[in-house]
């Protein structure tokens, strides 16, 4: 199923315990060329879970290698789930 759907949204999957980092691999190989991945996370998953340390350095990585570009990392101005900032990332498949 390579470059299968037109984009993939995740809300909520990076917490302790839950989805690995590498799992955005799979996403970019059945997210079709021009397609967006769209994660939306607590932004302090990135400091507390140890899993996820590497998150931004294998983004950085990716895109790097074309596999896609950032269009947008930001921490929205409204809370998220129990009044934690969230971080939201938006990225294009090359």
């Not at 129990?82 to 294009?92: A, K, N, T």
Request: glycine share 6%; aromatic share 8%; proline share 4%.
């Amino acid at each position: 199923m390579l470059d299968t759907y037109d984009s993939a949204v995740m809300a909520g999957g990076l917490a302790e315990g839950h989805i690995k980092c590498d799992a955005f691999l799979e996403l970019i190989r059945v997210v079709k060329p021009g397609g967006l991945i769209v994660n939306a996370m607590r932004e302090a998953n990135i400091r507390d879970v140890e899993e996820y340390h590497n998150l931004h350095p294998s983004f950085k990585k990716w895109a790097e290698e074309k596999k896609w570009e950032c269009i947008e990392h930001v921490i929205p101005p409204i809370k998220h789930y129990m009044d934690l900032d969230g971080l939201v990332h938006v990225y294009r498949v090359l």
